[in-house]
């Protein structure tokens, strides 16, 4: 077994109540004894769609040895539990930006010569990810429907250019409607907190993805960055990171992306020292 991430439930704080059980169509979760418990590893994707809906703040994600996550297995359950429930996890796999285990629950329900209700229109695809899973990958659109006149002296100083949530790679879904011809900035999560003109020099009329090229699966940016470009219409991107080597990574990684796109969208580097200085 190899360690990766995977829920866990605090026996102590859990009451039984089940609120999480709807949220995982999986089919990882089922309440012995009183209690939710989970079932099997093979089950769990260790997304944590549950979590935002225990009021008990039960379920927390850890990283530890577990099986490794199967998701035909998981298909075999899930068929079984009809159209809303096949939908449900398609949605959620498609929210995370889990396009591996999309594609792979996609060609199961081919093979079984069952239609996938994914295959719907993207404004209901929007409209659905607005109302479930987790509260924090909720989309929100900040963006002024009417920009005044002279932008700069209608900013005061300060004040937040942040236009969407969420923010984090992992949770924007490609289809979000702010994403269509946007200039998009993503940056190493380090780079706010080091570069003191963030808002106003970087973030200003931009749409943001935040991540960590050193801790976070950067197989998932890859695939989550290509989705984008193709799904959308990207005016230009901006990579902001800092000057250490673990931040390099994603350079290579987006501009495979955007090569594979086909299309010519404008790419800009942006290299921060850790003493919070432009140098690039």
Request: proline share 5%; charged share 30%.
């Given at each position: 077994?190899?360690?990766?991430?995977?829920?866990?439930?605090?026996?102590?704080?859990?009451?039984?109540?089940?609120?999480?059980?709807?949220?995982?169509?999986?089919?990882?979760?089922?309440?012995?004894?009183?209690?939710?418990?989970?079932?099997?590893?093979?089950?769990?994707?260790?997304?944590?769609?549950?979590?935002?809906?225990?009021?008990?703040?039960?379920?927390?994600?850890?990283?530890?040895?577990?099986?490794?996550?199967?998701?035909?297995?998981?298909?075999?359950?899930?068929?079984?539990?009809?159209?809303?429930?096949?939908?449900?996890?398609?949605?959620?796999?498609?929210?995370?930006?889990?396009?591996?285990?999309?594609?792979e629950?996609?060609?199961?329900?081919?093979?079984?010569?069952i239609?996938?209700?994914?295959?719907?229109?993207?404004?209901?695809?929007e409209h659905?990810?607005?109302?479930?899973?987790?509260?924090g990958?909720?989309?929100?659109?900040?963006?002024?429907k009417?920009e005044?006149?002279?932008?700069?002296?209608?900013?005061?100083?300060?004040?937040?250019?942040?236009?969407?949530?969420?923010?984090?790679?992992?949770?924007?879904?490609?289809?979000?409607?702010?994403?269509?011809?946007?200039?998009?900035?993503?940056?190493?999560?380090?780079?706010?907190?080091?570069?003191?003109?963030?808002?106003?020099?970087?973030?200003?009329?931009?749409?943001?993805?935040?991540?960590?090229?050193?801790?976070?699966?950067?197989?998932?940016?890859?695939?989550?960055?290509?989705?984008?470009?193709?799904?959308?219409?990207?005016?230009?991107?901006?990579?902001?990171?800092?000057?250490?080597?673990?931040?390099?990574?994603?350079?290579?990684?987006?501009?495979?992306?955007?090569?594979?796109?086909?299309?010519?969208?404008?790419?800009?580097?942006?290299?921060?020292?850790?003493?919070?200085?432009?140098?690039k």
């Amino acid at each position: 077994m190899a360690k990766r991430k995977i829920i866990r439930i605090d026996e102590e704080k859990c009451n039984g109540c089940g609120l999480c059980i709807p949220n995982c169509p999986e089919g990882a979760i089922q309440i012995i004894d009183g209690k939710a418990r989970l079932i099997s590893d093979l089950f769990c994707d260790g997304l944590g769609a549950c979590i935002g809906h225990c009021p008990q703040a039960a379920i927390i994600i850890e990283e530890r040895e577990a099986e490794e996550y199967n998701e035909r297995k998981v298909m075999e359950n899930i068929v079984k539990q009809g159209k809303n429930v096949i939908k449900a996890h398609l949605e959620h796999l498609r929210g995370h930006g889990q396009s591996g285990y999309l594609k792979e629950a996609r060609d199961f329900l081919k093979e079984k010569n069952i239609l996938a209700p994914l295959e719907e229109t993207k404004a209901h695809l929007e409209h659905a990810h607005a109302l479930s899973g987790c509260p924090g990958a909720k989309i929100m659109d900040f963006r002024k429907k009417e920009e005044p006149r002279n932008k700069e002296k209608a900013i005061s100083k300060g004040e937040s250019q942040l236009r969407q949530w969420p923010v984090q790679i992992m949770l924007v879904p490609a289809f979000a409607p702010y994403l269509n011809n946007a200039d998009l900035l993503i940056a190493a999560d380090c780079v706010p907190f080091a570069y003191a003109d963030f808002h106003q020099d970087l973030l200003k009329d931009k749409i943001l993805l935040v991540g960590c090229p050193k801790l976070d699966d950067t197989q998932v940016y890859e695939e989550k960055i290509g989705q984008i470009l193709k799904e959308n219409n990207i005016k230009s991107i901006t990579y902001a990171h800092m000057e250490v080597p673990c931040c390099f990574g994603l350079v290579s990684i987006i501009t495979e992306a955007i090569s594979r796109s086909g299309k010519n969208t404008p790419f800009k580097d942006i290299i921060i020292s850790i003493k919070g200085e432009k140098l690039k």
